[in-house]
């Protein structure tokens, strides 16, 4: 099945930076890769996807990009803000057409004032 | 505004007690979901359901069962609570063909706490 890697150590950003944050996996390319944030006691909240014949997505202060060859995504904020200090979480369908998805375990964002 | 509701945000059981954690969505949306997380080990899913009263099992369907007898609703039953199923428990739905398009939405979770 499907591995994800996200890097286990939290990530700390000084406000007004970009903060990049990397999602690997492993095995067959998925048709679609998504990126959720997470807050504190909450459950995540679905931010944007980008299908496997898409280099860049951007939507507002946020883009990602898909690099199938490397099988990686990267997961940008430009001129971050304490208030996007969360944990962000990749996610991608268990096989190549599947509704079903799973999630990496997440990188905690800290974006120092 | 679209919404996933579960029914208690936190709940202590005793062991060997029979839990019910109801999760209701409002999207009509085919797919309904069960993941537990746990620090350090990430969402796991449970179960799945992708119309009434069909399920499938997911990664770890150990020691629950659930139910759905309408689209909008999706139970998660712990047959007899242990202390190792401590855990928030989350609830999402998405549409059939295009959790592509939207995502996942998830409900606001429920902390489980077996003594």
């Known amino acids: 099945s499907q591995k994800i890697e996200q890097n286990s150590e939290a990530l700390n950003i000084q406000e007004g930076k970009t903060a990049t944050l990397t999602c690997n996996y492993t095995n067959y390319s998925p048709a679609y890769l998504q990126w959720y944030r997470q807050d504190p006691g909450r459950g995540p909240v679905f931010l944007l996807l980008?299908?496997?014949?898409?280099k860049e997505k951007r939507k507002e202060r946020l883009k990602v990009t898909f690099d199938t060859t490397l099988k990686q995504s990267l997961f940008h904020i430009t001129a971050s803000q304490p208030a996007d200090s969360a944990t962000y979480l990749c996610?991608?369908?268990?096989?190549?057409?599947?509704?079903?998805?799973?999630f990496g375990k997440g990188t905690r964002l800290h974006i120092l004032p | 505004d679209v919404k996933v509701t579960q029914s208690s945000r936190y709940l202590v059981k005793r062991t060997g007690e029979k839990v019910f954690l109801e999760c209701v969505q409002d999207?009509?949306?085919?797919?309904m979901f069960w993941y537990r997380q746990d620090p350090g080990l990430g969402l796991r899913l449970i179960y799945f359901?992708?119309?009434?009263?069909?399920?499938e099992k997911g990664d770890i369907p150990e020691g629950y069962s659930v139910s759905r007898e309408k689209k909008e609703r999706f139970s998660l039953i712990l047959e007899s609570a242990s202390t190792n199923q401590t855990s928030m428990y989350l609830c999402?739905?998405?549409?059939?063909?295009?959790?592509?398009?939207?995502?996942?939405?998830f409900g606001s979770g429920t902390r489980l706490t077996v003594v």
């Open positions: 980008i299908r496997e014949n898409e």
């Open positions: 359901s992708y119309d009434v009263k069909m399920k």
């Open positions: 999402a739905s998405s549409r059939l063909s295009s959790p592509t398009n939207y995502g996942y939405t």
């Open positions: 999207m009509d949306h085919e797919n």
């Open positions: 996610a991608l369908p268990y096989t190549n057409r599947d509704d079903k998805i799973i």
